[in-house]
Nanobody
Framework: QVQLVESGGGLVQAGGSLRLACAASGRTFSRYTMAWFRQALGKEREFVAAIRWSGGSTYYADSVKGRFTISRDNAKNTVYLQMNSLKSEDTAVYYC???????????????WGQGTQVTVSS
């Protein structure tokens, strides 16, 4: 079992930056694929970014590529999402998720955090 807790959300102006963090506990973290998903009000949950256990392989949704960076610190059991050049369409609840293999599909992830709200004002 893995427990995940997100932090770092808030209100920023368009063009600004935020760094989200996801702290993991409960069992070994280092071998899990970690990902960020987001869900805007009235919309379906969508994939944002994923990182393998080694940190050597990452994948991004086209909508955030070049603006967001996912990273992990296995010694601290924490994964991060650095968000730059934020746009109003990035406004959503951001969720951290974990799974024991590499996938981009939300339905395949086993563990989820509670979410953190990101609001980008224009």
């Amino acid at each position: 079992q893995v427990q995940l807790v997100e932090s770092g959300g808030g209100l920023v102006q368009a063009g600004g930056s935020l760094r989200l963090a996801c702290a993991a506990s409960g069992r070994t973290f280092s071998r899990y694929t970690m990902a960020w998903f987001r869900q805007a009000l009235g919309k379906e949950r969508e994939f944002v970014a994923a990182i393998r256990w080694s940190g050597g392989s990452t994948y991004y949704a086209d909508s955030v590529k070049g603006r967001f960076t996912i990273s992990r610190d296995n010694a601290k059991n924490t994964v991060y999402l650095q968000m730059n050049s934020l746009k109003s369409e990035d406004t959503a609840v951001y969720y951290c998720a974990a799974v024991a293999y590499y996938t981009f599909e939300a339905s395949e992830y086993d563990y989820w955090g509670q979410g953190t709200q990101v609001t980008v004002s224009s």
